[in-house]
């Protein structure tokens, strides 16, 4: 850790800080400079932020030398993490297509849905049950009933479902119908329900929030895996930024930079971050061409009577397409579909 | 509602939309243009928000002509409402000054900052007692024993307090220990802690999220309005932009834009709306300026040495400068302090 | 264009606006609806403009139906434009590699680069004499020495050369050096240097700005081609957002949505979207996989030594390594490299 | 300068670099630390800028001590700078005032909105004559016209008057013209504009950039005090975020920021910086409130037909209104309206 102090600190006034580091068990350096004098502190940086200086009268600047999370990293942990979601592969040679539609509305949308994404080659099953909405006047998803439903069409197609959970108090009534679970970017920050998940032995896929840094997303990662679960999936799904052609701001150059910095799978959800049904099979192939382990998309039957997010839910068939002009990037990358 | 349908388009084709619209009890228009043709819905926009077109393939665009709120708003509710935190007013002619730690950290912290503040003239106490924090690795509050502490204090100084809650099911714990709750910036769209909230009778001090539209935040006030608790105050806490010298841009066209728009009381933050220490008392004298019905500002009896918010906490004697510099411009307005 | 009006407007208050829009020779409406009265004007949306209504008392919001870009636009001319720099063809079959240093800084430097990038399969060389830096202490460019080298490289190795104008009055004299102009991100909006780039006959690269919208990118290239010269290429850049990981956030999404709406050829820049040399390749991936016609690359000879952006430069080893990977993307998608 | 290498770098590795700084005439330190390796670099940061260490392959991160700009600092110039437009002083005891219309489009118009203001108390006129405008359809401004009746409406007022330049070239011919010139936030980073400016002796108000950070602002008026002209008055007028209920979001943390920072004066334009009529005179108190030295405010005779910017155009009578709202803030913080 570097310690700018303001300027015309003597010596004298930075003493007392220099203790504090050295009571710390750190290392504490004086680098006095032209015009200021500057501080280090040799240690563990998670043992350091413990010194509390950043509300220290003298401190004008304070600058990290490690990053602040330490599980999640590829320094710590080198080598790739797998995530078996049921008996889907996310992070290895394969790239993982989870599909379904934004909210499970009844037995057959969610059939017929299904069936259609598993025909195209979709290998995991998506749909909400609970759904956080921006204005109380809209649809809140079927809550229980869409678990039921989630599970029952997952078993008749033996295919692998994922649904979002907004609350630690449901976790344990969603682990009963679901193979996954999905933290939405709008609880990326929720510790509550962080911690709860990093109890439990599902995986998880977390969505980097809205207005998240990437720093954020795999602090929240460690969150959960600090308290026991590994088995996390990074999920890109678009920032909020100035420019509202599309929905979000697809922030693909996530991928790479998670990739290079964590050992956990990411994913993207091109659906979300483009909010415009005719860009998401262009960034479907963006994704995996970057690096990307897989994507989550919204399919519905019907989009034109969607109850929620129908103007970037796919057809069925241009899923087809999707899937047929994401083959051919997929293999050149030396991976399957 | 004004629905743009693609080029091209025909009235045979437009003709089932129209239906949509006729079945839902409104009246539907149909407008050709020279380069588009335009539908008209005219009825209540929230009943239209159930057509769920905008995933319609023939749709191009859709325009709302009506705010997507209504009970929050003043076209609904033409007089300011006016919030009482214990015996405090929070939307009259007064302007009301909540100030304390950021977090509560030990019984003498908490006593001795809260008797500086109250000498200094605040008229209420704040202090986190759950912390939400971005790194696993941070103090994350006392918790309950936070809440108890607080309650002493606010019971010594006969000063009502105000304190966070991150979920529902803390709701009744600390409703015991507090005469008003907030909602910090991460949970503004947490709906199930803002129904849960609206169940109850405790004012609700509402902070804005980060990345959310002013739209979203009277929104995120409908859903608690809706559930029958009417005693919300909006709080403008700092958006997050590109701007790093500061930790948030503190959003003051937010004051005026709220006020305008909407019946309850609007305070400012200007303790993280700028995070640097000193920019919290000339940006206190301009929420008041703009119109805001009080600030929220975090004071520590020794910023130091604070587990949290070090940096943006203010000495006891700088808060009283604050209040000096204040006092003026608010009487200015023809307000009081 | 749709006007709606503010609450209680009459229909005698309406009436000047209905005569001001037939005065321009377009088509008025009155449409009263439940809560208010909105107003249309059928006619060329480029001519209701002109309207100026947007300041007048009664109105409350104005939606424009038609896109305010006319000649740029898809609907205007549907097939590709295909751009050519020098004899490299940009927006047909082939993807393009436009590559080079940053600055040019000597002739040695820029000899041995363009001849790296050459022999890795670039088919353009890119270099800056005029260096526009935030910094007035930062290397500010060789001037029209630079313009010299660079001409000297391109005949040499029978390579055009694309270099950035950075006013008006500087046009001539690159012109005969460059086969191509770029302008860059601080002046898409220096409208007296597009309106000159539009009445000349290089074809000219437009970088989107840092924080503008595609609609304005748009406008930008309409400003140079109503002047005559249809010659333009667009590219993404990156935009400024919250995210400080990387040194701009590189908006695919703008990729296939400029393709979609405008017949310009689009290309990308991975290294100022991403500004650190690790996601350069993956990027580039990802440019071509959603459509780009082509990328433009910062490649040092040594970026140790480089005396701008040296962070995001590749080595020219690196640079190979960035073409072998983007070929097998380039032929899945049945173009060329 | 603090530089942090890469994982795993030895001594050797190290010493090249700490040889480049030496070789600078700045003195290197050699610091390892547990997990990485830390070199700092003592001396001036300007001339350390010129290491080009940015770029090394082995260079994890670099973290500058002192800020990047000079004589604009108030380390350097620790006294306010009076800027004087005609006889009207900028950043003394005074609150200035400058107002007019956003286009000069007529004599009558400009001589109306003029006197108008200035009976209302306005020190200073602003309209302008050249016109950036996003479309290449809208009004461009009427260019030397309107240079010239601006100058006759401020001789026959005795009004001193400001406008935009938005080309080197054009800078003779509006100093004749105008007592100051504008620096529009398109152009911020119009380095050739700002070179030129600063060999002009009349007062320069540079605008933020609508993406600019504050230290970015400060360096562009670094590039125009390097050249030797001092009387450069700094403008918030917002920035570009997600919000879209405003026009920009009026970013008034810059004031006491950059007041802290810079010696030079500050001025807010409120009108740009809300785009909205009806937030323009509490956006100006708030300015007022927060320490700025003046505001810069559209006012039209007309709104309701004016050829640019008539929804954030106050009417007369509302810039009245304005001026007596704001006196007693700006007499309750001891200055002069």
Redesign the interface.
């Known amino acids: 850790m ?1 310690i ?1 102090l303001k ?1 015309n600190t003597t010596r004298e006034e930075a003493e007392p800080i220099l203790k504090r580091i050295e009571d710390l068990g750190c290392k504490p ?1 004086y ?1 006095p ?4 004098v ?1 501080l ?1 502190a ?3 940086e ?1 043992v350091l ?2 010194l ?6 003298l401190v004008e ?1 304070i ?1 990290q ?2 990053s ?2 330490k599980l999640v990293s590829r ?1 710590f942990h080198p080598h790739d993490t797998l995530v078996r979601i049921g008996d889907v592969p996310v992070g290895g040679q394969g790239f993982a297509v989870i599909a379904g539609p934004c909210s499970v509305e009844s037995q057959e949308q969610l059939h017929q849905t299904a069936e259609a994404v598993q025909k195209a080659g979709a290998h995991c099953l998506r749909g909400g049950a609970y759904k ?9 998803g079927l809550g229980e009933a869409g678990l039921e439903l989630l599970q029952g069409v997952s078993n008749a197609l033996s295919m692998p479902v994922i649904t979002e959970v ?4 449901d976790i344990d009534r969603v682990i009963e119908h679901a193979d996954a679970l999905q933290v939405g970017a ?2 990326m ?4 329900l962080l911690k709860a998940l990093g109890q439990c032995d599902k995986p998880v896929l977390l969505k980097r929030g ?2 998240a ?4 997303l795999l ?1 929240a990662a ?2 959960i895996v ?1 308290q026991g679960n590994g088995n996390v999936i990074l999920c890109e799904r678009g ?8 929905r979000n ?5 996530a ?3 998670l990739k ?1 910095r964590s050992h956990l799978p990411v994913v993207v959800d091109p659906s979300h ?2 909010g ?4 998401v099979a ?2 479907s ?7 990307a382990d897989g994507i989550i998309v919204e399919v ?1 039957c019907d ?11 796919l057809y069925p068939e241009q899923f087809k397409e999707l899937m047929d002009g994401l083959r ?2 997929v ?3 030396g991976r399957t579909l």
Chains 1, 2, 3, 4 share one sequence.
Not at 305 to 313: F, K, R, T
């Open positions: 570097i700018v300027p350096l680098l400079g032209t015009e200021r500057v280090g040799i240690g563990d998670r932020d413990s509390h200086l950043e509300g220290h009268p600047q600058h030398v490690l602040p999370y320094e956080p909405r921006t204005s109380p006047y809209s649809f809140q907004v609350e630690a108090a709008r609880n920050q929720n510790y509550r809205m207005s840094e990437l720093k954020e602090l460690e969150h600090a920032i909020r930024t100035f420019e509202t052609a599309t701001t697809l922030d693909l150059n991928v790479p930079y290079q971050g483009t415009l049904r005719d860009l262009p960034m192939r963006a994704a995996a061409a970057c690096g519905h989009p034109s009577v969607a109850l929620s997010d129908g103007q970037q839910s051919p990037i293999e050149a990358l």
